[in-house]
T-cell receptor, first 114, second 114 residues
Framework: DQQVKQNSPSLSVQEGRISILNCDYT??????FLWYKKYPAEGPTFLIS?????DKNEDGRFTVFLNKSAKHLSLHIVPSQPGDSAVYFC?????????????FGTGTRLQVTL | NAGVTQTPKFRVLKTGQSMTLLCAQD?????MYWYRQDPGMGLRLIHY???????AKGEVPDGYNVSRLKKQNFLLGLESAAPSQTSVYFC?????????????FGAGTRLSVL
């Protein structure tokens, strides 16, 4: 039962254009969402997050949008740069409970071409 | 600033052998986690710890044991390795918070079981 889904395994975008990575979730208890970026042979690194009380969070070239009614979030990268080529994981947290665990999606491989 | 350090980086085992993966963090984080990453599966939680001396099962705990004898270390053990445990293992840590759980990852251990 995949509670966090990234339905696009890969995405190719030209340098300078917008990259849009999508993520869907099924668990209505999730109230905090994160995006991680992973380069080959490295661990995932935190990129940006959003709380369920917001519908948008922006950090430089990266913006995350949350549509709670649709249980959908997206990561926008504008403009895309070759260094953005990596695997992007969406993750979700339900803040109730004794420990804060993250549920990860399967990842989307972004390739930014020249 | 080391962050989260995993040793070893690579290991090849024969079926039935045992080994221990070590994770060390220098950020004084309360929570620590062990994940495995398999192609097309994203990151799946094996075990986690909410503090020194405590551990709990995650999504895929079978075949693994863990110990958290010191706050900064989290050990993952395989008592009798199986080919199905061939994977990339990631350790992560996060500060004591029920909300906004930003986890910090190590670089991973690539394990092959023949």
């Amino acid at each position: 039962d995949q509670q966090v889904k990234q339905n696009s395994p890969s995405l190719s975008v030209q340098e300078g254009r917008i990259s849009i990575l999508n993520c869907d979730y099924t668990n209505s208890m999730f109230d905090y969402f994160l995006w991680y970026k992973k380069y080959p042979a490295e661990g995932p690194t935190f990129l940006i997050s959003i709380s369920s009380i917001k519908d948008k969070n922006e950090d430089g070239r990266f913006t995350v949008f949350l549509n709670k009614s649709a249980k959908h979030l997206s990561l926008h990268i504008v403009p895309s740069q070759p260094g953005d080529s990596a695997v992007y994981f969406c993750a979700a947290q339900a803040s109730t409970g004794t420990a804060s665990k993250l549920t990860f999606g399967t990842g989307t491989r972004l390739q930014v071409t020249l | 600033n080391a962050g989260v350090t995993q040793t070893p980086k690579f290991r090849v085992l024969k079926t039935g052998q045992s080994m221990t993966l070590l994770c060390a963090q220098d950020m004084n984080h309360e929570y620590m986690y062990w994940y495995r990453q398999d192609p097309g599966m994203g990151l799946r939680l094996i075990h986690y710890s909410v503090g020194e001396g405590t551990t709990a099962k995650g999504e895929v705990p079978d075949g693994y044991n863990v110990s958290r004898l010191k706050k900064q270390n989290f050990l993952l053990g395989l008592e009798s390795a199986a080919p199905s445990q061939t994977s990339v293992y990631f350790c992560a840590s996060s500060p004591l918070t029920l909300a906004k759980n930003i986890q910090y990852f190590g670089a991973g251990t690539r394990l092959s079981v023949l």
